[in-house]
T-cell receptor, first 111, second 117 residues
C-alpha cells in the first residue's frame, strides 16, 4: 500500500521566519511528487517534482526531491501571514495510477 | 492552464434526500476523474476513481450504492449522495488530470460543502 507521511503536522511561526516542511513516501513505481496549498477550499498546485536534486522555485517557495532517500522538502522563506494554510504533499505512483496524499502540515504565520 | 469546475460549491439538504455534485473539465477531456472527501482538519481521502464510459472504481470502505458516480462524457463526472444523512456532511472535491501533457499534475474543482440537516 502506498504511503505518504508529512511532518510536522502543524507549525506556528512569526512573519519573516523560514520554514521547512517534510514529506516522505513509500510507493511502488514512483512517478512524481506534488505539493499543494490548501486554504479554505480546494488545493492549489505549487510544484511537481520528478527528478532528484533539482530545486524548483517560485518566489519565496522552493522544493526539492530526494528519490534515493524517498523524501521531499518544501521551503518557505520570509513567511507572510498569507502563507498560513495547509500544505499537502501527494505522490503519483504508476501502480496506483492516482494521487496518494499525506496528512498535510497546518502552517500558521503570526504577524 | 487546465481548469476543473465543480458545482455546487455548497449545498444544504434534508436527511433522506439525494444530492448531485458535478465535476467538469473545462478545457480538456478527462477520461479519468477522482472524487475525494475531506473531513475537518484532515487530508483528502480518495473515495473513487471515475472512468469515462465504464463503472467507477471505489476505494475500500466506500459504499458504491450510497455514492453513485457517473462519468457519462469526457468532460463531466457526477457524484450523487443518495439518501443523505448528517454523517455524510463533508467537503467533497473532484480532480482530473490533463492527459495531453506528460505531467501528472492534478487539477482540483472548487469543492462542495455538503451539510445534511
Amino acid at each position: 500500500e502506498d504511503k505518504v507521511v508529512q511532518s510536522p503536522l502543524s507549525l506556528v511561526v512569526h512573519e519573516g521566519d523560514t520554514v521547512t516542511l517534510n514529506c516522505s513516501y513509500e510507493v511502488t513505481n514512483f512517478r512524481s511528487l506534488l505539493w499543494y496549498k490548501q486554504e479554505k477550499k480546494a488545493p492549489t498546485f505549487l510544484f511537481m517534482l520528478t527528478s532528484s536534486g533539482i530545486e524548483k522555485k517560485s518566489g519565496r517557495l522552493s522544493s526539492i526531491l530526494d528519490k534515493k532517500e524517498l523524501f521531499s522538502i518544501l521551503n518557505i522563506t520570509a513567511t507572510q501571514t498569507g502563507d498560513s494554510a495547509v500544505y499537502l504533499c501527494a505522490v503519483f505512483s504508476g501502480s496506483a495510477r492516482q494521487l496518494t496524499f499525506g496528512s498535510g502540515t497546518q502552517l500558521t504565520v503570526l504577524p | 492552464g487546465a481548469v476543473v469546475s465543480q458545482h455546487p460549491s455548497w449545498v444544504i439538504c434534508k436527511s433522506g434526500t439525494s444530492v448531485k455534485i458535478e465535476c467538469r473539465s473545462l478545457d480538456f477531456q478527462a477520461t479519468t476523474m477522482f472524487w475525494y472527501r475531506q473531513f475537518p482538519k484532515q487530508s483528502l481521502m480518495l473515495m473513487a476513481t471515475s472512468n469515462e464510459g465504464s463503472k467507477a472504481t471505489y476505494e475500500q470502505g466506500v459504499e458504491k450504492d450510497k455514492f453513485l458516480i457517473n462519468h457519462a462524457s469526457l468532460t463531466l463526472s457526477t457524484l450523487t449522495v443518495t439518501s443523505a444523512h448528517p454523517e455524510d456532511s463533508s467537503f467533497y472535491i473532484c480532480s482530473a488530470r490533463d492527459p495531453r501533457g506528460a505531467n501528472t499534475e492534478a487539477f482540483f474543482g472548487q469543492g462542495t460543502r455538503l451539510t445534511v440537516v
